[in-house]
């Protein structure tokens, strides 16, 4: 898996859970829904990097050894 964005998941769920420790008011209920979308969106990146990834390696595979495609 790629390293920059499982540190850049694991910023944010570090600042989500330092939020919900505290209170609920309105200003942290909305920076809540924020890091959500910005978690969103890097587990989306995250996942697509890591598809990417094995779809490459498969690819190196099959250029190496084209018999694997039968079994």
Do not use: W, Y
């Not at 769920?13 to 209170?23: E, Q, V």
Request: aromatic share 0%.
């Amino acid at each position: 898996m790629p390293t920059t964005t499982d540190a850049r998941i694991e910023e944010l769920c570090d600042r989500i859970r330092l939020l919900c420790s505290g209170a609920l008011t309105l200003a942290v209920e909305t920076e809540l829904r924020s890091l959500a979308r910005e978690l969103r969106h890097a587990i989306k990146d995250h996942v697509k990097t890591a598809k990417s990834s094995l779809s490459t390696k498969n690819s190196a595979i099959m250029a190496r050894d084209p018999d694997q495609k039968s079994r």
